[in-house]
């Protein structure tokens, strides 16, 4: 759990000990993806790159429940798709568009993407998100529309349009799909994920309710810098992490 007098991302004396962090945040990331209802079936997948095999990522088993993955659990996929850790097979889609967006993407760790409530009811309007709170700002100027369908995401080339759509932001919104974020560390990029989908809810909302006033250009800027770096999505995650371990400690197994 996290040490409260020294709340800065961990360095690691052996490659082993910073695998087992991404494995053990990975679960973590599932159980409270699992715990906040982001789950859809089979859908759904969050990947964290080898910190020493760098062309492959750590990824969830196909039709294993989120609620019920653990460290132990996780698979080992190369750039070809072959799983070369673990027994049970990887969910096609996952590959195909996290592949794209690790090899697109040399300072991603991790990225995330759920068919989420919120999430993807915005993604079927095809826009942006507004700066209408403080959290939101985060994504201001800092996330994408994939404005495009074609069903579910099995070919190479769709993934590389998608991974292309991401460029260099934190988020893209998937039209009629739903949500997909990264980050530099598993807690940054599944932080980014979960505070995304809840402005989603947020805006969908607001805009129920009335016409939403937007933060004006100059603070949504400022604001960004304050709540949208790679350090604020990193410390956003952990008092979630130390209450999903603390709640169902059998995830680290």
Same mark, same amino acid.
């Given at each position: 759990?996290?040490?409260?007098?020294?709340?800065?991302?961990?360095?690691?004396?052996?490659?082993?000990?910073?695998?087992?962090?991404?494995?053990?945040?990975?679960?973590?990331?599932?159980?409270?993806?699992?715990?906040?209802?982001?789950?859809?079936?089979?859908?759904?997948?969050?990947?964290?790159?080898?910190?020493?095999?760098?062309?492959?990522?750590?990824?969830?088993?196909?039709?294993?429940?989120?609620?019920?993955?653990?460290?132990?659990?996780?698979?080992?996929?190369? =750039?070809?798709?072959?799983?070369?850790?673990?027994?049970?097979?990887?969910?096609?889609?996952?590959?195909?568009?996290?592949?794209?967006?690790?090899?697109?993407?040399? =300072?991603?760790?991790?990225?995330?993407?759920?068919?989420?409530?919120?999430?993807?009811?915005?993604?079927?309007?095809?826009?942006?998100? =507004?700066?209408?709170?403080?959290?939101?700002?985060?994504?201001?100027?800092?996330?994408?529309?994939?404005?495009?369908?074609?069903?579910?995401?099995?070919?190479?080339?769709?993934?590389?349009?998608?991974?292309?759509?991401?460029?260099?932001?934190?988020?893209?919104?998937?039209?009629?799909?739903?949500?997909?974020?990264?980050?530099?560390?598993?807690?940054?990029?599944?932080?980014?994920?979960?505070?995304?989908?809840?402005?989603?809810?947020?805006?969908?909302?607001?805009?129920?309710?009335?016409?939403?006033?937007?933060?004006?250009?100059?603070?949504?800027?400022?604001?960004?810098?304050?709540?949208?770096?790679?350090?604020?999505?990193?410390?956003?995650?952990?008092?979630?992490?130390?209450?999903?371990?603390?709640?169902?400690?059998?995830?680290?197994?």
């Amino acid at each position: 759990m996290s040490d409260p007098s020294s709340l800065t991302p961990p360095t690691f004396d052996s490659v082993e000990d910073e695998r087992l962090h991404r494995k053990q945040r990975l679960a973590a990331a599932f159980r409270l993806f699992s715990r906040f209802g982001f789950d859809e079936g089979v859908a759904g997948h969050i990947t964290a790159r080898d910190p020493e095999l760098k062309d492959h990522f750590w990824v969830n088993p196909f039709a294993m429940h989120f609620g019920h993955i653990k460290v132990s659990d996780l698979i080992l996929v190369n =750039d070809k798709g072959e799983v070369v850790e673990g027994n049970r097979p990887v969910n096609t889609a996952a590959f195909v568009i996290h592949s794209q967006v690790h090899a697109a993407r040399p =300072d991603v760790i991790a990225a995330a993407h759920a068919h989420s409530t919120y999430g993807k009811t915005w993604s079927s309007l095809r826009r942006p998100l =507004d700066p209408l709170t403080q959290d939101v700002c985060a994504f201001y100027n800092d996330h994408a529309v994939f404005d495009d369908y074609t069903g579910v995401v099995l070919d190479l080339e769709e993934g590389k349009r998608l991974a292309h759509a991401l460029g260099e932001s934190k988020a893209v919104i998937l039209s009629n799909h739903g949500l997909l974020t990264v980050g530099h560390s598993v807690d940054e990029a599944a932080f980014w994920f979960i505070t995304m989908e809840r402005s989603c809810q947020v805006q969908l909302m607001a805009e129920a309710a009335g016409k939403p006033v937007h933060i004006d250009k100059e603070q949504a800027e400022l604001t960004s810098t304050q709540v949208g770096g790679h350090f604020a999505g990193w410390l956003s995650f952990q008092p979630l992490y130390d209450r999903i371990v603390r709640e169902q400690p059998d995830l680290l197994e």
